[in-house]
Every structure is written in structure tokens, then in C-alpha cells.
């Protein structure tokens, strides 16, 4: 149980296009998933906290505009970097909290390398 | 804020021997939660294990065991009879259980290289 899944697992792409990343948790339902980037041999930085039904919060420093955010069913979240740049080549994960859990573990997914040229 | 800190960058071990691996935290709050994960080569984040803070018996779960200390703001990792498949980076990780926040704090982690 509690399995997240991301897709793509891989991508490249064009400098100025936008990259769509889905996030989905398979055998569990999660109110609130989130999202982290980490860079090479460094730790996990939260980006965002995705609501279902309600507006991402965003964690200081990260441009929201960029970094859509969308959580519209209990099982899915997307997260859309928009006008992507060089620097935005990084790790990409999320991570899902069942809201059976009464400890609340977060469950990661596998992570998304995104690759911008 | 909380911060994590694990002080151990690289670590290694001899295959079926034991280690542990440090982390210190810093609170106010006097219930959370703390998490050791482990990233593998795949890069998949797997949780090893938890401790609620108010539980003062250390989580174990098989071969792992936590050093929960409390007043310290301690919590190590013990892994006994390590194995090959035990190489990963080590996160350990803290939530508060107050004021509504779901955030986790990482440290930095340590690589932990076992040896055949």
C-alpha cells in the first residue's frame, strides 16, 4: 500500500516551453501532497504544499507563477513549470500524505528529472 | 524554525556490521513527529522509520533502530547487520504535530557506503 506514482520520469525540454508533471497517489486517497526539487547530492527543498480544492501554498522564495500548482481530485496533483529555464533543471518530487494515517507519514514518489536546454 | 542537522556527511561500514547515523534538532514544540529516509542510486525516497515524541519507547523495525533522546534532541539511526542493499543516502526528517503545518524539515544526509 501507499504507492505515489510520477510521471514522466524523465524529461527534456526547450528553453521557454512549459513541462507538466503529474503526481498521483494509486491505492490511497491524499488531501495534501507536496512538492520538493533537489538539486545534485543535495538534501530536499519544499516547495509547495498542494490542497485538494484550494490554492497551493508556496513556500518563500518560490515564484508561484513559474510553479503551477494544481490539485484537483484526491488522487492526482500536477505541478507545471511554465517558461522553463536552464536553471530549472533539477529533481522533482512529490510526496503524499494518506488522510487514513493517523501519523500522518508522507509517501514519496519516485521523482521527475527534468532536463531544460 | 526547526532545523535538522545531520553532522555525518559520509559514512561507511563493513557488510553485516553496525552503524549509526546522527541527527539533532531544534524545537519548541513538545510533540512531532521525526522520520529517517532512505534515498537509494534510484533516487526513490523510502521511509525506514518514525517516532512520535511523546512515545518514549525507540521505534525499531527489523534491522533499524532508533536512539530517541528527548531532552537531548536526538535522534540517531542504528542499523544492525548491515547489508549491500543498506548503500543510500540517509534523511532524517522532523514534523511538527501543531498549529496545522504538514511540513517536513530534512537535514542535509549522510551517504552510507556498506562495504562487501
Known amino acids: 500500500g501507499a504507492v505515489v506514482s510520477q510521471h514522466p520520469s524523465r524529461v527534456i525540454c526547450k528553453s521557454g516551453t512549459s513541462v507538466k508533471i503529474e503526481c498521483r497517489s494509486l491505492d490511497f486517497q491524499a488531501t495534501t501532497m507536496f512538492w520538493y526539487r533537489q538539486f545534485p547530492k543535495k538534501s530536499l527543498m519544499l516547495m509547495a504544499t498542494s490542497n485538494e480544492g484550494s490554492k497551493a501554498t508556496y513556500e518563500q522564495g518560490v515564484e508561484k507563477d513559474k510553479f503551477l500548482i494544481n490539485h484537483a481530485s484526491l488522487t492526482l496533483s500536477t505541478l507545471t513549470v511554465t517558461s522553463a529555464h536552464p536553471e530549472d533543471s533539477s529533481f522533482y518530487i512529490c510526496s503524499a500524505r494518506d488522510i487514513r494515517d493517523s501519523e500522518e507519514t508522507q509517501y514519496f514518489g519516485p521523482g521527475t528529472r527534468l532536463l531544460v536546454l | 524554525a526547526q532545523t535538522v542537522t545531520q553532522s555525518q556527511p559520509e559514512m561507511s561500514v563493513q557488510e553485516a556490521e553496525t552503524v549509526t547515523l546522527s541527527c539533532t534538532y531544534d524545537?519548541?514544540?513538545?510533540?512531532?513527529?521525526l522520520f529517517w529516509y532512505k534515498q537509494p542510486p534510484s533516487r526513490q525516497m523510502i521511509l525506514v522509520i518514525r517516532q512520535e515524541a511523546y512515545k518514549q519507547q525507540n521505534a525499531t523495525e527489523n534491522r533499524f533502530s532508533v536512539n530517541f533522546q528527548k531532552a537531548a534532541k536526538s535522534f540517531s539511526l542504528k542499523i544492525s547487520d548491515s547489508q549491500l542493499g543498506d548503500t543510500a543516502m540517509y534523511f532524517c526528517?522532523?514534523?511538527?504535530?501543531?498549529?496545522?503545518?504538514?511540513?517536513?524539515?530534512f537535514g542535509k544526509g549522510t551517504k552510507l557506503t556498506v562495504n562487501p
Open positions: 524545537t519548541s514544540e513538545n510533540n512531532y513527529y
Open positions: 526528517a522532523f514534523r511538527n504535530t501543531q498549529g496545522g503545518s504538514e511540513k517536513l524539515v
